[in-house]
């Protein structure tokens, strides 16, 4: 009997998948070049020194050599330093310099940097590496030097980013000011151009995803999850589309360029919907927000009004004024919000921690401390001058609390949700030369019928952990031969106590693992992760410990 020979599996470390997803994307790419009769790379060509936007290129390149070797990504892939390096206050310039230009995670900075490839091409395509009047030569002057100009696209970057940090409300972090402010420019000088490009950076991170993540298993899983929209620095996110929409108009007026102002409005309302810009919320304190998803909704289709009544043609040179030209008033609308929005955060941004704010009892590292707490006002908002502040009005935090006041930081890094979730979660402080991290692990018990038990504790990388934090006791909502049973926890340990009416009658550490105990008249038992407690041959599970999710 013949039998045939097993096909040889492909080896798990060639990555044959990739190959695939590469192969047919760049065949299709020449397929289709030679079915059209368009030839895009040689108008590239005209506008960029070899076809390359190279001032875009070069942005990127710092933005990834911050996040790589600054914040330690190289070395550190999944736990890129980030506190000191956000916008904390005027009185910690360090964090003002560096806020826009840092990120929190692979994921924050690839969105940000595919933004700025996609968007920041088309606008270096706007502002050409060539002169573009008539006689005048290449390399005559400084203006007119394809490196010069190739130079003035990161310079410009770096002080939009700048700009946005200073101008933002709150710890901010992340390049998105600078990436919405490349977009308002390249809407309102190219708006179809911007479509295709807006499109195409979807195209993008499919692609992104394909290459990186080409085959997902998923399933469901306990995840703590806080709305998206809470993430998103919305007012920086404003000032920035804003700041880009000014630059392009005063560059367009110069060179006696009106764009199509349909184009505009639609190009406008598409990106601000798509990219939430209708989030208007407002923290609440605990973990929660609240949204007015109507005033947001409203607020786009003015942004987009506005912008495009500022294209509307007219002879008369870019100067805002208050006739009633449609682009001058509307220039003058988008420069006023523009200065309120960048005003609004001065208050925010004076904040001068002292050391009394500090948390008295925590883990100490260098001028920070780490330390977990519930429901304790927020020293960063408290600081915060507001004109209305009534006496005593604060916003309360809790979870693993990260404060310094030496750089204006004070924030609950891990919230008591996720904590619990996952159980354990790690805390990483710094600077620009050193880090060190916090391990934070939460055990609790839930007890029948009422509220879990739980204790917090804390340890630095190598150290021995200490309590930090223990849950009030909670009691079972079950009586026993007239005996209540309460789980409390405590430095060391839990404790198991059993009262009868007012009186207590016995009180013990809960059980080992697979052992029984009596504790007043009730025998309890420990059985891996329950404890049950028997009594006159009945037994009742009092409590169970909780099991975390699985880490990633």
Same mark, same amino acid.
């Given at each position: 009997?013949?039998?045939?020979?097993?096909?040889?599996?492909?080896?798990?470390?060639?990555?044959?998948?990739?190959?695939?997803?590469?192969?047919?994307?760049?065949?299709?790419?020449?397929?289709?070049?030679?079915?059209?009769?368009?030839?895009?790379?040689?108008?590239?060509?005209?506008?960029?020194?070899?076809?390359?936007?190279?001032?875009?290129?070069?942005?990127?390149?710092?933005?990834?050599?911050?996040?790589?070797?600054?914040?330690?990504?190289?070395?550190?892939?999944?736990?890129?330093?980030?506190?000191?390096?956000?916008?904390?206050?005027?009185?910690?310039?360090?964090?003002?310099?560096?806020?826009?230009?840092?990120?929190?995670?692979?994921?924050?900075?690839?969105?940000?940097?595919?933004?700025?490839?996609?968007?920041?091409?088309?606008?270096?395509?706007?502002?050409?590496?060539?002169?573009?009047?008539?006689?005048?030569?290449?390399?005559?002057?400084?203006?007119?030097?394809?490196?010069?100009?190739?130079?003035?696209?990161?310079?410009?970057?770096?002080?939009?980013?700048?700009?946005?940090?200073?101008?933002?409300?709150?710890?901010?972090?992340?390049?998105?000011?600078?990436?919405?402010?490349?977009?308002?420019?390249? #809407? =309102?000088?190219?708006?179809? /151009?911007? %479509?295709? @490009?807006?499109?195409? +950076?979807? !195209?993008?991170?499919?692609?992104?995803?394909?290459?990186?993540?080409?085959?997902?298993?998923?399933?469901?899983?306990?995840?703590?999850?806080?709305?998206?929209?809470?993430?998103?620095?919305?007012?920086?996110?404003?000032?920035?589309?804003?700041?880009?929409?000014?630059?392009?108009?005063?560059?367009?007026?110069?060179?006696?360029?009106?764009?199509?102002?349909?184009?505009?409005?639609?190009?406008?309302?598409?990106?601000?919907?798509?990219?939430?810009?209708?989030?208007?919320?407002?923290?609440?304190?605990?973990?929660?927000?609240?949204?007015?998803?109507?005033?947001?909704?409203?607020?786009?289709?003015?942004?987009?009004?506005?912008?495009?009544?500022?294209?509307?043609?007219?002879?008369?040179?870019?100067?805002?004024?208050?006739?009633?030209?449609?682009?001058?008033?509307?220039?003058?609308?988008? #420069? =006023?919000?523009?200065?309120? /929005?960048? %005003?609004? @955060?001065?208050?925010? +941004?004076? !904040?001068?921690?002292?050391?009394?704010?500090?948390?008295?009892?925590?883990?100490?590292?260098?001028?920070?401390?780490?330390?977990?707490?519930?429901?304790?006002?927020?020293?960063?908002?408290?600081?915060?001058?507001?004109?209305?502040?009534?006496?005593?009005?604060?916003?309360?935090?809790?979870?693993?609390?990260?404060?310094?006041?030496?750089?204006?930081?004070?924030?609950?890094?891990?919230?008591?949700?996720?904590?619990?979730?996952?159980?354990?979660?790690?805390?990483?402080?710094?600077?620009?030369?050193?880090?060190?991290?916090?391990?934070?692990?939460?055990?609790?018990?839930?007890?029948?019928?009422?509220?879990?038990?739980?204790?917090?504790?804390?340890?630095?990388?190598?150290?021995?952990?200490?309590?930090?934090?223990?849950?009030?006791?909670?009691?079972?909502?079950?009586?026993?031969?007239?005996?209540?049973?309460?789980?409390?926890?405590?430095?060391?340990?839990?404790?198991?106590?059993?009262?009868?009416?007012?009186?207590?009658?016995?009180?013990?550490?809960?059980?080992?693992?697979?052992?029984?105990?009596?504790?007043?008249?009730?025998?309890?038992?420990?059985?891996?992760?329950?404890?049950?407690?028997?009594?006159?041959?009945?037994?009742?599970?009092?409590?169970?410990?909780?099991?975390?999710?699985?880490?990633?």
């Amino acid at each position: 009997m013949m039998q045939s020979l097993p096909t040889p599996a492909i080896p798990a470390w060639l990555p044959w998948q990739e190959a695939v997803v590469l192969t047919v994307v760049l065949a299709v790419l020449v397929a289709v070049r030679r079915f059209s009769d368009a030839r895009p790379g040689d108008s590239i060509r005209t506008r960029f020194l070899l076809g390359v936007p190279w001032g875009t290129l070069l942005t990127m390149a710092g933005v990834a050599a911050v996040y790589l070797f600054l914040q330690g990504a190289w070395w550190h892939p999944r736990n890129p330093l980030v506190t000191p390096f956000r916008t904390w206050s005027y009185f910690y310039p360090f964090g003002m310099l560096t806020g826009a230009f840092t990120h929190g995670s692979q994921g924050h900075i690839t969105g940000n940097l595919m933004g700025t490839l996609v968007y920041g091409t088309v606008a270096e395509y706007v502002w050409g590496h060539y002169p573009r009047k008539r006689g005048v030569q290449t390399f005559t002057s400084l203006r007119t030097n394809p490196l010069a100009r190739i130079l003035a696209v990161p310079v410009a970057m770096f002080v939009v980013g700048v700009f946005s940090a200073v101008f933002a409300i709150g710890p901010i972090v992340g390049f998105s000011g600078v990436v919405f402010a490349i977009a308002g420019f390249a #809407l =309102v000088a190219r708006p179809t /151009l911007f %479509l295709g @490009a807006f499109l195409g +950076n979807r !195209v993008l991170d499919l692609l992104y995803s394909a290459l990186r993540y080409p085959v997902s298993t998923a399933s469901g899983q306990t995840r703590f999850v806080t709305p998206w929209w809470s993430n998103i620095a919305i007012q920086g996110h404003a000032i920035g589309i804003l700041a880009g929409v000014v630059v392009a108009l005063a560059l367009l007026w110069n060179r006696n360029e009106r764009p199509d102002t349909l184009r505009v409005f639609f190009a406008t309302l598409v990106f601000a919907v798509a990219q939430g810009l209708w989030a208007v919320y407002i923290p609440l304190g605990g973990g929660r927000f609240r949204l007015f998803r109507w005033a947001g909704t409203a607020l786009v289709f003015v942004l987009a009004l506005v912008v495009a009544a500022a294209t509307v043609g007219s002879d008369r040179s870019f100067r805002p004024s208050f006739d009633r030209r449609p682009a001058s008033l509307a220039v003058m609308v988008l #420069l =006023v919000v523009l200065g309120a /929005l960048s %005003l609004a @955060a001065v208050p925010t +941004n004076v !904040v001068d921690l002292q050391e009394d704010q500090l948390p008295e009892d925590g883990i100490e590292i260098r001028d920070y401390v780490v330390t977990y707490d519930e429901n304790v006002p927020n020293a960063y908002f408290e600081s915060i001058w507001v004109p209305t502040q009534r006496e005593g009005a604060s916003v309360n935090a809790s979870g693993v609390i990260v404060a310094s006041a030496e750089r204006e930081v004070w924030i609950a890094a891990v919230q008591p949700g996720r904590l619990a979730v996952n159980g354990e979660e790690r805390v990483t402080v710094g600077g620009a030369t050193w880090r060190e991290s916090v391990y934070a692990n939460r055990t609790d018990w839930s007890v029948l019928g009422n509220d879990s038990v739980y204790r917090v504790q804390l340890r630095r990388e190598g150290g021995q952990p200490r309590t930090a934090y223990t849950s009030e006791p909670s009691t079972a909502d079950v009586i026993l031969d007239g005996r209540n049973v309460t789980v409390a926890a405590r430095q060391n340990g839990f404790d198991v106590s059993v009262t009868r009416g007012n009186e207590t009658v016995g009180q013990a550490p809960l059980p080992a693992n697979m052992t029984r105990t009596r504790i007043g008249g009730l025998t309890f038992e420990r059985n891996r992760s329950r404890l049950y407690a028997r009594t006159d041959g009945t037994r009742v599970k009092i409590a169970e410990r909780r099991q975390q999710a699985a880490r990633n």
